[in-house]
């Protein structure tokens, strides 16, 4: 059975995953939507997830299906989709090729995940994140001042608008834009990046996957926000300690068998003609 779950504020999300759901019909594979309450009886007999949207989609269809280790491959109907494997013209091949042939390679990526421990109390567990954990100042907050400790050992006091702790499938995200290093998905790491740091000494470092950080909240820090993966905050307090540590579970995400990252990044990031076409608005002609 064929899981459908797509961007149910994106008209066209919805309107493309109703064209691929009568495709399915018509080929006579079963299938069912799902959601964030989708039961595990259900779960069980979904052999591959089909994800319209955007990135913003996937990261969401990671953190609710990634503990039920079944496939997802993402249509992209957003702006840039790096984790997307086909678009919305692609359906006819996504249909015979992925899904009635499974003819698909299988990448397993790495996710994390942590707690917030506060004043000796029970800790806040935090959902399994696909791209990042970023700790980062409110709109009226002031400078972000937290120890970042690994493995019992103090790195440093960062200083600055926050810091994002990613997996190497976000630094192509939020860690890219603050001068984070590209790193190939396969891997097993941590990449820790500050965020406008005040220190110009403080650079992105990359850490073994086995490690535990802590980012240890200072007493005069205020109106900080812990993030996972752009779509769920949590507040912060001073006194504060944020433990960060890899998740049991693994996004698995189905991808064309002549899919590779490399001519992802060409194709998304370094193709200069398409990233205008898609970001940047043509002013109008001054008459």
Known sequence: ????LYNKYKTSAKKTAAIFINKLKMSGVRYTKL???TSKEV?????IICVF?????LLYAARHFAQYEVPMIAINLGQVGFLAAAEPAQLDSLLADLILKRKFSLERRMMLTGKIERNGGEALLLPAALNDICLVKGPLGRMTKCKVIVDQEQLGEYAGDGVIIATPTGSTAYSLSCNGPLIAPELDLFLLTPISSQVLALRPIVLPSEVLIMLQIGN???NLFLVVDGQVEYP??????IVIFRSKYRTLLAKPNEGHFFKTV???LYNIKEVQARNIIKPSKVT
């Open 53 to 57: 949207g955007g990135d913003g989609t």
């Open 266 to 268: 060409k194709k998304k």
């Open 43 to 47: 779960m069980v007999e979904i052999k």
């Open 236 to 241: 912060v307090y001073p006194g504060d300690k």
């Open 220 to 222: 005069a820090s205020h």
């Open 1 to 4: 059975m064929v899981g459908i």
């Open 35 to 37: 959601n964030e309450h």
